[in-house]
Protein backbone atom coordinates (compact mmCIF):
# COMPACT_ATOMS: atom_id res chain seq x y z
CA UNK A 1 0.00 0.00 0.00
CA UNK A 2 2.93 2.40 0.74
CA UNK A 3 4.61 1.73 -2.45
CA UNK A 4 1.45 2.46 -4.22
CA UNK A 5 1.22 5.83 -2.43
CA UNK A 6 4.48 6.47 -3.29
CA UNK A 7 4.03 5.99 -6.98
CA UNK A 8 0.67 8.23 -7.07
CA UNK A 9 2.45 10.65 -5.43
CA UNK A 10 5.39 10.70 -7.52
CA UNK A 11 2.69 10.80 -10.86
CA UNK A 12 0.63 13.86 -8.43
CA UNK A 13 4.34 15.66 -8.75
CA UNK A 14 5.56 14.93 -11.76
CA UNK A 15 2.27 15.80 -13.90
CA UNK A 16 2.16 19.29 -13.19
CA UNK A 17 5.58 19.92 -15.54
CA UNK A 18 7.86 20.59 -12.58
CA UNK A 19 9.89 17.91 -14.03
CA UNK A 20 9.91 18.51 -17.23
CA UNK A 21 10.83 22.10 -16.64
CA UNK A 22 13.79 21.30 -14.20
CA UNK A 23 16.08 20.78 -17.14
CA UNK A 24 15.80 24.91 -17.57
CA UNK A 25 17.56 25.40 -14.45
CA UNK A 26 20.70 24.12 -16.54
CA UNK A 27 21.51 26.79 -18.95
CA UNK A 28 21.65 29.54 -16.43
CA UNK A 29 23.55 27.66 -14.26
CA UNK A 30 25.91 26.61 -17.09
CA UNK A 31 26.36 30.52 -18.31
CA UNK A 32 27.20 31.18 -14.52
CA UNK A 33 29.68 29.01 -13.93
CA UNK A 34 31.16 30.09 -17.12
CA UNK A 35 30.91 33.38 -16.58
CA UNK A 36 31.71 33.69 -12.76
CA UNK A 37 33.64 30.33 -11.70
CA UNK A 38 36.34 29.75 -14.62
CA UNK A 39 37.70 33.71 -14.00
CA UNK A 40 37.86 33.18 -10.17
CA UNK A 41 39.48 29.65 -10.58
CA UNK A 42 42.00 31.12 -13.05
CA UNK A 43 42.69 33.90 -10.62
CA UNK A 44 43.10 31.58 -7.93
CA UNK A 45 45.67 29.33 -9.69
CA UNK A 46 47.51 32.50 -11.02
CA UNK A 47 48.26 33.86 -7.45
CA UNK A 48 49.21 30.47 -5.57
CA UNK A 49 51.62 29.60 -8.54
CA UNK A 50 53.61 33.14 -7.66
CA UNK A 51 56.87 32.65 -5.87
CA UNK A 52 56.53 32.71 -2.23
CA UNK A 53 53.37 33.14 -0.16
CA UNK A 54 52.47 36.39 -1.65
CA UNK A 55 48.64 36.94 0.54
CA UNK A 56 50.70 35.81 3.88
CA UNK A 57 53.06 39.48 2.63
CA UNK A 58 49.89 41.22 1.98
CA UNK A 59 48.37 40.58 5.19
CA UNK A 60 51.25 41.75 7.00
CA UNK A 61 51.32 44.95 5.25
CA UNK A 62 50.06 47.80 7.28
CA UNK A 63 48.40 49.32 4.35
CA UNK A 64 45.98 46.34 4.46
CA UNK A 65 45.83 46.18 8.15
CA UNK A 66 44.92 50.25 8.47
CA UNK A 67 42.24 49.11 5.50
CA UNK A 68 40.66 46.39 7.13
CA UNK A 69 40.48 48.19 10.87
CA UNK A 70 38.83 51.40 8.64
CA UNK A 71 36.30 48.58 6.89
CA UNK A 72 35.10 47.16 10.30
CA UNK A 73 35.05 50.74 11.72
CA UNK A 74 32.76 51.84 8.94
CA UNK A 75 30.48 48.83 9.25
CA UNK A 76 29.91 49.19 12.62
CA UNK A 77 29.14 52.52 12.57
CA UNK A 78 26.57 51.76 9.22
CA UNK A 79 25.24 49.36 10.94
CA UNK A 80 24.60 51.55 14.22
CA UNK A 81 22.73 53.98 12.07
CA UNK A 82 20.63 51.84 10.41
CA UNK A 83 19.41 50.40 13.55
CA UNK A 84 18.73 53.81 14.66
CA UNK A 85 17.13 55.22 11.88
CA UNK A 86 15.20 52.04 11.48
CA UNK A 87 13.99 51.51 14.71
CA UNK A 88 12.67 55.11 14.98
CA UNK A 89 10.97 55.36 11.49
CA UNK A 90 9.17 52.00 12.47
CA UNK A 91 8.06 53.48 15.86
CA UNK A 92 6.45 56.46 13.76
CA UNK A 93 4.65 53.89 11.32
CA UNK A 94 3.50 51.92 14.29
CA UNK A 95 2.64 54.51 16.46
CA UNK A 96 2.27 57.84 14.46
CA UNK A 97 -1.02 59.57 13.48
CA UNK A 98 -2.47 58.53 9.99
CA UNK A 99 -0.65 61.72 8.01
CA UNK A 100 2.93 60.39 9.40
CA UNK A 101 2.11 56.70 7.85
CA UNK A 102 0.86 58.17 4.80
CA UNK A 103 3.79 60.64 4.52
CA UNK A 104 6.39 58.18 5.54
CA UNK A 105 4.92 55.22 3.65
CA UNK A 106 4.68 57.43 0.34
CA UNK A 107 1.23 57.44 0.35
CA UNK A 108 0.73 60.97 -0.68
Do not use: H
Not at 24 to 37: C, R, Y
Not at 90 to 99: D, E, K, N, R, S
Amino acid sequence: MAVEEAVAGRRARTADGAGERRWLLWPPLAFFVLLLGVPVAALVRQALSGEGNAFAESIRMTVFVDAVGRTLLLAAVATAATVLVGTCYALAVAVGPAWVKALLMGAC
